[in-house]
């Protein structure tokens, strides 16, 4: 079994897929990840 992503890491179901993201790309993106945006959006 995988470890759990670090606490600082943000995640989000995109397509029924749960995806995470480190946290420097969590505080690049947030405005886009607080407006659901896919993060091949951005």
Excluded: I
């Excluded at 690049?28 to 091949?40: G, I, N, P, T, Y």
């Amino acid at each position: 079994m995988a470890e759990p992503p670090p606490l600082t890491w943000t995640s989000a179901t995109e397509h029924g897929r749960l995806r995470h993201f480190c946290d420097r790309c969590s505080r690049d993106h947030l405005r886009s990840m607080e407006a659901k945006l896919d993060s091949e959006w951005w």
